[in-house]
């Protein structure tokens, strides 16, 4: 074996004390075109972990039809019939480990809520990206109509104000 070779094994061995992080977010439209499109998506995301000093973290996030997130509801969460936003964070093992979660929406609902709530799509799109990555962090609030008084909720809002201000410069 020459120099170079036991120097590269010998280096392979040793465990890196380096820590590379990132915010990895990785988004599937499964054919939904969205005025947030794919790249508003990752970046609302991206905003959302910035806002709560997230400096590590790995995301998915995948749209989905009513039918879809309707079995998922009712799969996971033992709800019937389409939600807007389910979110799935994992656990770290400590805390230098990333954030981990998947995130899904139903574009179709949000614009059913956002027609409801007299907000354009993409607004809507957005609260229900920064929703789901506060879930993701373990946030959550009350299923009531309290849930708007929530911790959370003013979080949120806080976030969906500040990327909606930027758009709008």
């Known amino acids: 074996m020459n ?8 280096s392979a061995r040793r465990p890196s ?4 992080k990132a915010l990895i977010v990785s988004v599937s439209t499964n054919g939904f075109r969205t005025s947030l499109g794919r790249a508003g998506i990752a970046d609302a995301a991206r905003a959302a972990l910035r806002a709560e000093r997230v400096t590590n973290a790995l995301l998915s996030i995948t749209l989905l039809d009513k039918r879809g997130i309707a ?10 019939g389409p939600t807007d936003v389910i979110s799935f964070g994992f656990a770290r093992a400590t805390p ?13 609902v949000a614009r059913d809520n956002a027609k409801a709530g007299g907000v354009s799509t993409h607004d809507e799109l957005t609260r229900l990206v ?27 809002e806080r976030i969906v104000g ?3 201000i930027r758009r709008s410069r």
């Open 17 to 20: 004390t380096r820590t590379v």
């Open 130 to 156: 920064v929703h789901g990555v506060l879930h993701v962090l373990g946030y959550d609030h009350p299923e009531s109509d309290a849930r708007t008084q929530s911790e959370m909720w003013k979080r949120q």
């Open 162 to 164: 500040r990327l909606t």
């Open 96 to 108: 230098a480990d990333p954030v981990i979660g998947d995130i899904y929406i139903a574009p179709d």
């Open 71 to 80: 079995k998922m509801n009712r799969e996971h969460i033992g709800h019937a």
């Open 3 to 10: 120099r170079k070779t036991a120097s590269l094994l010998s």
